[in-house]
T-cell receptor
Framework: AQKITQTQPGMFVQEKEAVTLDCTYD???????LFWYKQPSSGEMIFLIY??????QNATEGRYSLNFQKARKSANLVISASQLGDSAMYFC??????????????FGTGTRLTIIP | ETGVTQSPTHLIKTRGQQVTLRCSSQ?????VSWYQQALGQGPQFIFQ???????GRGNFPPRFSGLQFPNYSSELNVNALELDDSALYLC???????????????FGPGTRLTVL
C-alpha cells in the first residue's frame, strides 16, 4: 500500500519569500513517481512537478523545485519568490510503477498555502 | 490542444437517486481516471479506464460504475446516492505507454455533487 503524509494543514508566507511544503511517503514499490498538484478555490487540480524515483537529479519547473530525499522518503516542494497567486491548496501524490498495476494516484491531505502581501 | 472537460459543473440530487457525470479527455490521451474529493480531503481514486475497459479500482462499492467510449471520453455513474457521496468528482486523463512510469495525469475542473 502507498501512503502520503502532509503534516502542514496550513501555512502563511510573506510575498516574495521562499516556501517549503513538506511531504513524506511510504511504499513497497521499487519504482514510483511523485507529483505535486495545486488546487485553487475553483477546484481544478493543476500539475506542478514530477519526480521519478530513479531520477538522478531533483526536478525543477520554473519557480517550483522538488527536494527529493529517497533515503528519508521525503519529496518536499519548494516555491521560490512566492506570489499572491500561489495561494491555494497543494497536494503531494504518488503513483507506483505501471508494471505493478499501480495506476492510481494516492494523495495526501494537502497544505493550504496563503501568501500575505 | 483541448484540456480535460467535465459536465455538469454542479449538480444537486436527493438520496436514492442516480447520477451520471461526464468527462472528455485531453486530446491525444487514452486513459481516464476518476477521483472523489470530499470536503477538506485529498482526492480518492475511484477507478481508471483504458481502451474502454476498467483498469484498476479503488475502495468504492459497485454502485459506482463507469464507461469509456471509443473517443476516450468517459462517464461515472453512481446509483442509490447517499449523503456521503456529496463531493467534488474529478476526472483526469493521461497517455498510457506500454512501459515505464508514464506521464502525469491532467485533471478537469470537476463536478461538485450535492446529495440532499
Amino acid at each position: 500500500a502507498q501512503k502520503i503524509t502532509q503534516t502542514q494543514p496550513g501555512m502563511f508566507v510573506q510575498e516574495k519569500e521562499a516556501v517549503t511544503l513538506d511531504c513524506t511517503y511510504d511504499t513497497s514499490d521499487p519504482s514510483y513517481g511523485l507529483f505535486w498538484y495545486k488546487q485553487p478555490s475553483s477546484g481544478e487540480m493543476i500539475f506542478l512537478i514530477y519526480q521519478g524515483s530513479y531520477d538522478q537529479q531533483n526536478a525543477t519547473e520554473g519557480r517550483y523545485s522538488l527536494n527529493f530525499q529517497k533515503a528519508r522518503k521525503s519529496a518536499n516542494l519548494v516555491i521560490s519568490a512566492s506570489q499572491l497567486g500561489d495561494s491555494a491548496m497543494y497536494f503531494c501524490a504518488m503513483r507506483g510503477h505501471r508494471l505493478f498495476g499501480n495506476e492510481k494516484l494516492t494523495f495526501g491531505t494537502g497544505t493550504r498555502l496563503t501568501i500575505i502581501p | 490542444e483541448t484540456g480535460v472537460t467535465q459536465s455538469p459543473t454542479h449538480l444537486i440530487k436527493t438520496r436514492g437517486q442516480q447520477v451520471t457525470l461526464r468527462c472528455s479527455s485531453q486530446s491525444g490521451h487514452n486513459t481516464v481516471s476518476w477521483y472523489q474529493q470530499a470536503l477538506g480531503q485529498g482526492p480518492q481514486f475511484i477507478f481508471q479506464y483504458y481502451r474502454e475497459e476498467e483498469n484498476g479500482r479503488g475502495n468504492f462499492p459497485p454502485r459506482f460504475s463507469g464507461l469509456q467510449f471509443p473517443n476516450y471520453s468517459s462517464e461515472l455513474n453512481v446509483n442509490a446516492l447517499e449523503l456521503d457521496d456529496s463531493a467534488l468528482y474529478l476526472c483526469a486523463s493521461s497517455f498510457r505507454v506500454t512501459r515505464g512510469e508514464g506521464n502525469e495525469q491532467f485533471f478537469g475542473p470537476g463536478t461538485r455533487l450535492t446529495v440532499l
